[in-house]
């Protein structure tokens, strides 16, 4: 499967469920040092995805990639410096999830200094760790280089996934 087949969320999917090292739906901190790649929002199905870099992340280090897929969403927002370069490495230095009044919440906060913050309100959420093929061990530099110049170095929309572990935040039971 690609990395955006993930965001359908088909009920088939619930068979890679099983607890990544930490859980980044429910424990503080889960996605320290995994970097935000991208986030993609389909305005009209009210879905979002979050792809993560997991290669140098603290807790998660099982597999080289993580997907936060949310749906019905009810807030996204990104709050960011103004960058000197084409590229830029976004850590997570904190990540604090909740879920209140049956809505999941996501906050991340990010470096380099000063730090850039995404948060994320939804219904459900769920969160897939697994393995992008011909990924390197360690995620490129992007020092004075272009997205063109690491495509195939970091996982995209587009790439390839095996699931490895998958967590879901809902009342839905769980097969297999």
């Not at 979050?50 to 807030?75: D, K, S, W």
């Not at 209140?100 to 309100?121: C, E, K, R, Y």
Request: hydrophobic share 45%; charged share 20%.
């Amino acid at each position: 499967m690609k990395i955006d087949d993930l965001l359908g969320l088909d009920p088939d999917l619930r068979k890679h469920a099983s607890l990544p090292e930490m859980d980044p739906l429910t424990e503080d901190d889960a996605l320290q040092e995994a970097q935000v790649l991208d986030v993609r929002f389909d305005v009209i199905a009210g879905i979002a995805g979050i792809l993560f870099e997991l290669r140098q992340a603290l807790q998660l280090q099982e597999a080289t990639t993580g997907v936060l897929v949310a749906h019905g969403v009810r807030e996204l927002s990104w709050r960011g410096p103004v960058r000197n370069r084409a590229l830029t490495a976004w850590s997570v230095g904190s990540s604090v999830p909740r879920a209140d009044n049956q809505l999941f919440s996501l906050n991340l906060v990010m470096w380099p200094h000063p730090g850039a913050q995404l948060s994320l309100t939804a219904e459900t959420a769920a969160f897939f760790v697994g393995e992008v093929p011909g990924l390197s061990a360690a995620p490129p530099d992007y020092a004075g280089r272009d997205r063109e110049a690491v495509v195939g170095e970091v996982a995209s929309w587009g790439s390839i996934f095996e699931p490895v572990s998958a967590v879901f935040l809902d009342a839905a039971p769980i097969d297999g």
